[in-house]
C-alpha cells in the first residue's frame, strides 16, 4: 500500500510540474508575443521611442523568465528567440526600421513555434 501511496505521489508532482511548466512557458511566450506585435505597430508608424519601450520591455520579460523556462526546454530555442530580440533591439538603435521589423517578425514566429510545441499533441509526444 506505501508503494502505491509513493507511485501516485510521484505521478502528482510529475504532473503538477508538467502543468506549470506548460503555463509558465506559454503565459511568457503570449505576453512577449504582444509586446513585440505593439513594438512593430509603433515601428511602422515611425514612432521610434514608444517602439523602444515595448521592445524593450519584451527583452525584459524574455530575459528575466529565460532561467524558469531552462528547466523545462532545451537552451537552443530559447537563445535563438533571445538573440533575434537583441537583434531587434540593435537594429532599432540603428534607425533600420525595415531590418528591426523583419528581426520582430521572425522573433513572433519563433515564439509562436515554440509556444506550439508546448501543446501535449500527438505530433508533439512522437
Known sequence: ??????????????????????????DTADTVNSLLLESMSHARRGEREEAAVFLERARNEWEDHMQMMLMFV???KLDQIEQTINAACSYLDSDEMALCLAECSTARLLIRNFANVEYPTLNNIF
Not at 500500500?1 to 506559454?26: D, H, K, Q
Open 74 to 76: 532545451s537552451h537552443g
Open 1 to 26: 500500500m506505501n508503494r502505491l501511496l509513493a507511485a501516485l505521489g510521484v505521478l502528482a508532482a510529475v504532473i503538477v510540474t508538467v502543468t506549470t511548466g506548460f503555463w509558465f512557458n506559454t
